[in-house]
T-cell receptor
Framework: KAGVTQTPRYLIKTRGQQVTLSCSPI?????VSWYQQTPGQGLQFLFE???????NKGNFPGRFSGRQFSNSRSEMNVSTLELGDSALYLC??????????????FGPGTRLTVL | GDSVTQMEGPVTLSEEAFLTINCTYT??????LFWYVQYPGEGLQLLLK?????DKGSNKGFEATYRKETTSFHLEKGSVQVSDSAVYFC?????????????FGTGTLLAVQP
């Protein structure tokens, strides 16, 4: 079974630009969550999508958005990039049903650098 | 709110030493608890989990017991190897609604020297 894939693996952008990151979950998984990892703030939850609907959202400004397609693939978008958006963005997929056995599987991440 | 506190790193050990990484949590409901590991340049891998009080999660020689009375989930390994060098994250999910939001601790860097 293929794991979670994220593209691209590395990105360099300049302030003010926008960026789109992609995540393909494990086949059969319907939930995709996004996390931001930085040295200062650690791992922070961005949002979760389930069956094309945003099910939960973290504490990030509106510049951060996402969507999920009917095949469960997800994209996140960051507009008007700031230096502080430089981070490793991790995607996690799971079956999505609420319940204690709902393990999340993480992709390798996209390393975004904003200059 | 819900939170996870884990010991500051880095933790530096010699090969075959005993490892403990402390983790305590605060949760409004009944959480499931996890340890994730992150090797350099990679994403997170689930190391072990426990879904209710007194459960013991174990994998690859690592163990952690869900202690509700002390709200703790400390990670232990009897004999570490150089290949265990990584960052370890304690995390929780509080179920009760339709959400998969993981709340992480700050991570503990483990460096094992030969």
């Amino acid at each position: 079974k293929a794991g979670v894939t994220q593209t691209p693996r590395y990105l360099i952008k300049t302030r003010g630009q926008q960026v789109t990151l992609s995540c393909s979950p494990i086949s059969g998984h319907r939930s995709v969550s996004w996390y931001q990892q930085t040295p200062g703030q650690g791992l922070q939850f961005l949002f979760e999508y389930f069956s094309e609907t945003q099910r939960n959202k973290g504490n990030f400004p509106g510049r951060f958005s996402g969507r999920q397609f009917s095949n469960s693939r997800s994209e996140m978008n960051v507009s008007t990039l700031e230096l502080g958006d430089s981070a490793l963005y991790l995607c996690a997929s799971s079956l999505g049903s609420s319940g204690r056995a709902n393990e999340q599987f993480f992709g390798p991440g996209t390393r975004l650098t904003v200059l | 709110g819900d939170s996870v506190t884990q010991m500051e790193g880095p933790v530096t050990l010699s090969e075959e030493a005993f490892l403990t990484i402390n983790c305590t949590y605060t949760a409004t409901g009944y959480p499931s608890l996890f340890w994730y590991v992150q090797y350099p340049g990679e994403g997170l891998q689930l190391l072990l989990k426990a879904t209710k009080a007194d459960d013991k999660g174990s994998n690859k020689g690592f163990e952690a017991t869900y202690r509700k009375e002390t709200t703790s989930f400390h990670l232990e390994k009897g004999s570490v190897q150089v290949s265990d060098s990584a960052v370890y994250f304690c995390a929780l999910i509080v179920y009760g609604g339709a959400t998969n939001k993981l709340i992480f601790g700050t991570g503990t860097l483990l460096a094992v020297q030969p």
